[in-house]
């Protein structure tokens, strides 16, 4: 059974800086991509950022030049490094990890979330 723990949320000033966590437990992911969404109060769950098993990355607008993803396959790990953050980052960050991606087998897993609150 596949399991996502996710750290390294909390509080920072505008224009600091946090990284994210996220492990993933289980085995034989195939060919996956592994993320990160951010949902806002009375908003909609967004990408913010997603890495595929061979390296691919994509960034959503918004965070682009200030977040970096990266991964380590041996460890079944995510990480977001959060740069130059802003108040509207503020956000609960979940981290998303899609297995055998662009099969019929393809399924998602979801971590629980961890807060990211940014005081202006």
């Known amino acids: 059974q596949v399991q996502l723990v996710e750290s390294g949320g909390g509080l920072v000033k505008a224009g600091g800086s946090l990284r994210l966590s996220c492990a993933a437990s289980?085995?034989?992911?195939?060919?996956?991509?592994m993320g990160w969404y951010r949902q806002a109060p009375g908003k909609q769950r967004d990408l913010v950022a997603n890495i595929f098993s061979g390296g691919s990355t994509y960034y959503g607008e918004s965070v682009k030049g200030r977040f970096a993803i990266s991964r380590d396959n041996a460890e079944n790990t995510v990480h977001l490094q959060m740069n130059s953050l802003k108040p509207e980052d503020t956000a609960v960050y979940y981290c998303?990890?899609?297995?055998?991606?662009?099969?019929?087998?393809?399924?998602?897993?979801w971590g629980q979330g961890t807060l990211v609150t940014v005081s202006s």
């Open positions: 289980g085995s034989d992911f195939g060919r996956n991509v």
């Open positions: 998303k990890l899609t297995t055998n991606w662009g099969t019929m087998r393809a399924a998602d897993y």
